[in-house]
């Protein structure tokens, strides 16, 4: 099973919104990420609209060919309108506080159990795929298949902050939790901090990786490449596996 390439487009948008106009164009980035082999597209609305703002969610609907992934806290109720009205591929449910930099952990799936067993069922009956970010730990892949959720993304921080001392240490819980995600039949996405160092690694070793949405690393290495190299290099680390 070739593991999907999803591009998470939020520094694109950071990047225009620094000077108010409409350069770079979000839309046309996303389109061209898709001509160029994206498999996905990735937006991660957050309240302060700092970066992809909620009309850019809606705009970008339309046009996207490829699997559309919106992250987010379905805590916001703008957030949850969003979703619901634009109805998106997946829906990806991150448990990130206001004004957070970055998603910085995954969901206690044991202690929010009944809630987001009660969201995931309303996204679920709109006909949007389920994922919830979690850390690579068993209680909490037990928590997530709990919730009905259709995927989980693991949380690749630490695997990523490990790999230059000690790869192997730092992949070992990320196939337990994979293997265990694969008996309780949960997809599996990753995501955060993979790059092009770490990427073909974690791929290689992760059973059924279905997806993973990269961001900072990939935009980065697109101010030295060029996005459409940049795409490429990371397919290739992806097909290689
Ligand atoms: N997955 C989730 C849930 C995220 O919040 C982010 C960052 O917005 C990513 C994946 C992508 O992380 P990165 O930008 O480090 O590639």
């Excluded at 390439?5 to 980035?29: D, E, H, W, Y």
């Excluded at 996905?40 to 490829?66: A, C, M, Q």
């Excluded at 109805?87 to 449910?93: E, G, H, I, R």
């Excluded at 819980?173 to 293997?179: E, K």
Aim: hydrophobic share 35%; with cysteine.
């Amino acid at each position: 099973m070739a593991t999907k390439l999803s591009v998470n487009i939020n520094k694109i948008a950071t990047l225009r919104n620094a000077r108010g106009g409409n350069i770079p164009n979000l839309l046309t980035f996303a389109l061209d990420c898709e001509r160029y082999g994206a498999q996905g597209i990735t937006v991660h609305p957050r309240p302060d609209e700092r970066h992809v703002r909620y009309k850019d969610v809606e705009d970008l609907k339309p046009l996207l060919t490829t699997e559309f992934n919106v992250e987010g806290n379905p805590k916001e109720k703008k957030f949850m309108d969003l979703v619901m009205k634009i109805k998106p591929a997946q829906v990806t449910l991150v448990p990130d506080a206001l004004g957070q930099i970055t998603s910085n952990h995954g969901w206690n799936t044991v202690t929010h159990k009944d809630y987001l067993k009660d969201i995931i069922s309303q996204f679920k009956d709109a006909g949007i795929r389920t994922s919830i970010f979690v850390d690579a730990d068993i209680k909490m892949l037990e928590g997530a298949k709990e919730t009905n959720t259709d995927r989980i993304e693991l949380y690749t921080e630490s695997y990523a902050k490990q790999y230059p001392s000690n790869k192997e240490k730092a992949i070992h819980p990320f196939i337990i939790a994979a293997n265990k995600a694969l008996q309780l039949n949960l997809g599996i996405n990753a995501g955060h901090d993979l790059n092009l160092q770490n990427l073909h690694y974690f791929s290689k070793h992760i059973p059924g990786l279905e997806e993973v949405s990269i961001g900072h690393a990939l935009i980065s290495d697109a101010i030295y490449f060029g996005i459409e190299n940049a795409i490429q290099l990371y397919l290739r680390q992806l097909k290689n596996s």
